[in-house]
């Protein structure tokens, strides 16, 4: 499957600042990538599917304004959360549509708003 | 609608005792079938998937899988359990090449000496 680098693997910021995850696709060109949203001990919640060129697609209860995804590149697709709340502290993780019906998943990030 | 149900929230054994998650799928279409593993803080690496043919599945690290349409599971298999193999662990369904994956809610696996 595809490597996937996702960074920052933690980051702590304060509330009202905005924080910009990256998810880069090393050595596949990816069309398509999600982000996921994972609370404690819970399971993977699928926030939006990136598609490179055009717009996310959210899934229902996501709010975009907040979560802006970009996926400019085949390599690269970032979100970012803004104005960010104690509330939005999670861990974030992105994953790779490859080939095969592989999918390959990035290692998190985990977000804490102070 | 489609949903993935792992039933066992926790569960624990005993290191060289044999494993088995459950994992129940919903699914209108022919599905996709997954199953990952995740230590803390970490990402999800897969163990095994299911798309066609052989419908009893090798994966990584001594695991196994048989997809059963007729009861709509894909339980996941382990003849013994090693001490690192404690972690979480996800079934998910797809539907599609790169569509999006329904997790299920996730087993804990303890193993105790």
């Known amino acids: 499957g595809a490597v996937v680098s996702q960074h920052p693997s933690w980051v702590i910021c304060k509330s009202g600042t905005s924080v910009k995850i990256e998810c880069r696709s090393l050595d596949f060109q990816a069309t398509t990538m999600f982000w996921y949203r994972q609370f404690p001990k819970q399971s993977l919640m699928l926030m939006a599917t990136?598609?490179?060129?055009?717009?996310?697609?959210?899934e229902q209860g996501v709010e975009k304004d907040k979560f802006l995804i970009n996926h400019a590149s085949l390599t690269l697709s970032t979100l970012t959360v803004t104005s960010a709340h104690p509330e939005d502290s999670s861990f974030y993780i992105c994953s790779v549509a490859g080939s095969n019906y592989g999918y390959t998943f990035g290692s998190g990030t985990r977000l804490t708003v102070v | 609608a489609q949903s993935v149900t792992q039933p066992d929230i926790h569960i624990t054994v005993s290191e060289g005792a044999s494993l088995e998650l459950r994992c129940n799928y919903s699914y209108g279409a022919t599905p996709y079938l997954f199953w990952y593993v995740q230590s803390p803080g970490q990402g999800l690496q897969l163990l095994l998937k299911?798309?066609?043919?052989?419908?009893l599945v090798q994966g990584i690290k001594g695991f196994e899988a048989e997809f059963k349409r007729s009861q709509s599971s894909f339980n996941l298999r382990k003849p013994s359990v090693h001490w690192s193999d404690a972690a979480e662990y996800f079934c998910?369904?797809?539907?599609?090449?790169?569509?999006?994956?329904?997790f299920g809610q996730g087993t804990e696996l303890s193993v105790k000496p």
């Open positions: 998910a369904v797809g539907g599609n090449q790169g569509g999006k994956l329904i």
């Open positions: 299911y798309f066609s043919g052989d419908t």
């Open positions: 990136s598609n490179e060129g055009s717009k996310a697609t959210y």
